[in-house]
């Protein structure tokens, strides 16, 4: 093995961790929600949809959280993908992705604290927290409050469309998450990504970058 | 008080000397003795006092006379016990002929050709119309030892209900009512001022967070439902929700208003789309399965250096 390099500080994998959590926690008490009968997986209704909403208030706080915190250190530029992240560094890392790593190519992006993100991770990272996470959390509110929102139920097509986007999004972040969770394989050495995100420390392979 | 008493008096002696006389007079006499109406309703005035029977239609533009037509069987003085015959409405009403055979395959129907006596007395009625008040104590006259009021529990304050409301206008035409097919009307039929009546029973329905909402748009049957009144949330929006099945059949449920749902009614189940839950399904699973098929060859080319 080569150098170590400290990648994530505390804050942002306790962040990580916790955000990791809640994600779980709600597509676990989302699938009792969606599919009652089928999957009861938490007894009573009351009780997974008494876990959902409070789990959903907490993923409120922590996304605020998380862009306080980016916004007050600049981490936020990691999440904004530049003109050539969106055209030759997307397909770059795509090809890697599809050809590449299996002919052990050298990773195309060499990740430093400063520039953790290859162009794929910005573009989806970026969708996820500007896009999703937040349209997920509105029409999350929306259920929470359908009487004091009435004028923006009838805008928006009323609360049936407004269900039909809160299961869209949560299908397309359940499938971000597989998708993540499998990518951070493709690191150094298998656990290498995961084990970063725990110790802080990414281990890079040597000769991997110039 | 005094007056009506000594009357009472004086016509049960006038019956009973005069059936003491009959009785005397036992003796063979096969023609029937003709008896004046003012005679029977000496005895009879529990079925009917004089002045109305003078005043009904069947006395006054039909000239019957008690003995005359409907109680020909009546032919002495003495008849104790003597069923009533037939009654035979329709050979004088023959266009009530389809609502006798309606009659007949109803629920009633059992009661045979006496059942329209039973609510239209003849011996009082000016017309065929009965009044609210009259329907209602035609039926309770047989109804009301039948546990009127436990069938009637579902209802919010059944009992005033039950006094108030004529039986008809929920159960429809008494003439055609089937058994086990009674017809549950929306309680906004008579209710329509839901504003009003959200108001005045506002404090009543504040357990549910959104209650004003569910005051605006829900039929009280569909809270307060023949099996008892909807007392949690969880009673239409949990898991065994009826808001996601069909209306029972005669059953009160009516939340299937597809405007309803649409607008407001984010229920378990009613927003369900298949097509969205397949193609999400997919998304997810089809997100393993290239994980999967990614892992998979990366293990088979693990020698293979570029």
């Not at chain 1, 997986?41 to 959902?52: E, S, T």
């Not at chain 1, 430093?112 to 349209?135: C, E, H, V, W």
């Not at chain 2, 036992?26 to 005895?43: F, Y």
């Not at chain 2, 529990?153 to 429809?172: A, D, K, N, S």
Request: contains cysteine.
């Amino acid at each position: 093995m080569g150098n170590a390099v400290y990648m994530h500080p505390l804050t942002e994998r306790i962040w990580h961790w916790v955000h990791a959590l809640l994600v779980l926690g709600l597509t676990v008490t989302g699938i009792h929600l969606h599919w009652p009968e089928a999957c009861p997986i938490f007894g009573g209704l009351d009780r997974a949809v008494f876990l959902h909403d409070l789990l959903g208030w907490l993923l409120v706080l922590d996304f605020l959280v998380w862009l306080v915190f980016n916004l007050s250190t600049n981490g936020i530029k990691q999440y904004l993908p530049s003109a050539s992240d969106l055209t030759r560094g997307a397909l770059g890392q795509a090809r890697y992705y599809a050809w590449g790593i299996f002919r052990h190519e050298p990773h195309p992006h060499h990740a430093t604290p400063d520039r953790k993100f290859n162009p794929l991770q910005k573009i989806s990272y970026a969708g996820l927290m500007f896009l999703l996470l937040p349209l997920l959390v509105v029409t999350g509110l929306l259920f929470m409050f359908p009487v004091q929102v009435h004028g923006v139920l009838d805008l928006v097509g009323g609360l049936a469309a407004v269900a039909i986007l809160h299961t869209v999004l949560a299908f397309v972040v359940v499938a971000f998450t597989v998708v993540h969770a499998y990518l951070t394989t493709t690191g150094p050495t298998v656990l290498a990504d995961v084990r970063s995100m725990v110790t802080g420390w990414l281990e890079e392979e040597p000769g991997a970058h110039p | 008080m005094a007056s009506n008493l000594l009357r009472t008096l004086c016509l049960a002696l006038l019956c009973a000397v005069l059936s003491g006389a009959a009785a005397a007079q036992e003796a063979p006499s096969p023609a029937p003795e003709q008896i004046a109406d003012a005679l029977c309703l000496a005895c009879h005035q529990d079925s009917v006092t004089e002045p109305a029977w003078k005043a009904s239609p069947h006395s006054v533009k039909a000239g019957f006379t008690c003995q005359g037509v409907c109680h020909a069987n009546v032919t002495s003085i003495q008849h104790t016990g003597q069923a009533l015959p037939a009654l035979a409405c329709l050979s004088c009403h023959p266009t009530w002929q389809a609502r006798e055979q309606q009659m007949a395959a109803s629920v009633h129907g059992p009661l045979g050709l006496t059942a329209c006596a039973r609510c239209h007395d003849p011996h009082t009625a000016t017309t065929m119309k009965l009044e609210p008040a009259q329907v209602t104590g035609a039926c309770t006259s047989c109804h009301l030892a039948t546990g009127l009021a436990d069938k009637h529990g579902f209802l919010v304050r059944p009992e005033v209900h039950i006094l108030r409301v004529p039986c008809g206008g929920c159960h429809g035409d008494v003439h055609d009512i089937k058994a086990g097919a009674t017809e549950h009307r929306p309680c906004s039929v008579c209710h329509d001022d839901r504003a009003a009546l959200a108001a005045a029973y506002a404090e009543l329905h504040a357990w549910p967070d959104n209650s004003l909402l569910h005051l605006e748009i829900l039929d009280c049957s569909e809270c307060h439902r023949k099996d008892g009144w909807v007392k949690s949330c969880t009673d239409c929006h949990g898991q065994d929700s009826i808001l996601s099945r069909q209306p029972a059949e005669g059953g009160l449920v009516t939340f299937s208003d597809p405007d309803m749902v649409e607008r407001y009614g984010y229920v378990l189940g009613a927003t369900h789309v298949k097509l969205v839950d397949w193609l999400g399904l997919c998304c997810v699973f089809g997100a393993l399965a290239v994980a999967l098929g990614h892992a998979t060859l990366r293990i088979l080319t693990r020698g293979r250096r570029a």
